[in-house]
């Protein structure tokens, strides 16, 4: 069973910056795309950015300019660089990733692996 695991989570303050981290330990995945999604307390799971095996990117309106996500193919790990953070960013973020994919989903359900999430808060 592929595992995906995260870190960088953390408290940090408004403005301030953060990098997450996921690495895939499934070695075969094929043409998959990579994913953060974030849950808020109370609210539903939502999608923030995707990068699929050719680079191509997709981020929510809410993180766009802020937010940047990578990846390096041949280690199976993706990034988050979050800038500019605000206090309705925090939540706990997590890993996803969509195998034999080449384009980018939005919904959650789309999403074969899951990692355990990190969690994200931003104080004002």
């Known amino acids: 069973q592929a595992r995906l695991a995260e870190s960088g989570g953390g408290l940090v303050q408004a403005g301030d910056s953060l990098r997450l981290s996921c690495v895939a330990s499934?070695?075969?995945?094929?043409?998959?795309?990579m994913a953060w999604f974030r849950q808020a307390p109370g609210k539903e799971r939502e999608f923030v950015a995707a990068?699929?095996?050719?680079?191509?990117?997709a981020y929510a309106d809410s993180v766009q300019d802020r937010f940047e996500i990578s990846r390096h193919n041949t280690k199976h790990t993706a990034w988050l660089q979050m800038d500019s953070l605000k206090p309705e960013d925090t939540a706990v973020y997590y890993c996803?990733?969509?195998?034999?994919?080449?384009?980018?989903?939005?919904?959650?359900?789309?999403?074969?692996?899951w990692g355990q999430g990190t969690q994200v808060t931003v104080s004002s």
């Open positions: 990068i699929s095996g050719s680079g191509n990117t």
């Open positions: 499934e070695q075969t995945f094929t043409r998959y795309v």
């Open positions: 996803a990733v969509e195998n034999y994919a080449a384009r980018i989903s939005y919904s959650f359900e789309k999403y074969d692996f």
